[in-house]
T-cell receptor
Framework: SQTIHQWPATLVQPVGSPLSLECTVE??????LYWYRQAAGRGLQLLFY??????ISSEVPQNLSASRPQDRQFILSSKKLLLSDSGFYLC???????????FGNGTRLTVT | QKEVEQNSGPLSVPEGAIASLNCTYS??????FFWYRQYSGKSPELIMS????GDKEDGRFTAQLNKASQYVSLLIRDSQPSDSATYLC???????????FGTGTRLTIIP
């Protein structure tokens, strides 16, 4: 069966520090991969998605970036965090376009 | 812009009653619809998928899709306190590789 791993679970970082969140999927090949952010009490905001290695689509302009160095690995990064980057970051995967998303457990990021 | 809309609630339902959650979407040719449950502080969990008009039942959950009226609903029978959560509706619009989510409806089951 397929599983998705996301880490760390919680993270507290100072303003201006870098960020690297990692997500890996097991038990499937060539998944679609997604990064979402959910601010407190808000809906899900799609940040990036990828349909293959090295293929990244950005949904919103901001100081975050994403990379997919391997088929089942998706990384969210920032060179300098802002206070507004605080939130609940969720990685998700789907097998194909018409199939649902499956979410990882999320990373709660607090920028201080 | 293609959208999915939900009443944010909160929706309070007595234990044992039927909880009815509704969602409307803007694109008449949307293909696939999903309901997710999200407990406070946790990630969303898929509970139902529906692709064609009509009802789809899975245990205490029934999803209903009406493409002509552009709405999808989720019924929870015999509501339990453990059903208290935020329920997210999502639609896959034709030609997109990504789901569009509603903002969610917060459901509280009152013992």
């Amino acid at each position: 069966s397929q599983t998705i791993h996301q880490w760390p679970a919680t993270l507290v970082q100072p303003v201006g520090s870098p960020l690297s969140l990692e997500c890996t999927v097991e038990g499937t090949s060539n998944p679609n991969l997604y990064w979402y952010r959910q601010a407190a009490g808000r809906g899900l905001q799609l940040l990036f998605y990828s349909v293959g290695i090295g293929q990244i689509s950005s949904e919103v302009p901001q100081n975050l970036s994403a990379s997919r160095p391997q088929d089942r690995q998706f990384i969210l990064s920032s060179k300098k965090l802002l206070l507004s980057d605080s939130g609940f970051y969720l990685c998700a995967w789907s097998q194909q376009i018409n199939s649902p998303l499956h979410f990882g457990n999320g990373t709660r990021l607090t920028v201080t | 812009q293609k959208e999915v809309e939900q009443n944010s609630g909160p929706l309070s339902v007595p234990e044992g009653a039927i909880a009815s959650l509704n969602c409307t979407y803007s694109d008449r040719v949307s293909q696939s619809f999903f309901w997710y449950r999200q407990y406070s502080g946790k990630s969303p969990e898929l509970i139902m998928s529906i692709y064609s008009n009509g009802d789809k039942e899975d245990g205490r959950f029934t999803a209903q899709l009406n493409k002509a009226s552009q709405y999808v609903s989720l019924l929870i029978r015999d509501s339990q306190p453990s059903d208290s959560a935020t329920y997210l509706c999502a639609a896959l619009f034709f030609g997109n590789e990504k789901l569009t989510f509603g903002t969610g409806t917060r459901l509280t089951i009152i013992p």
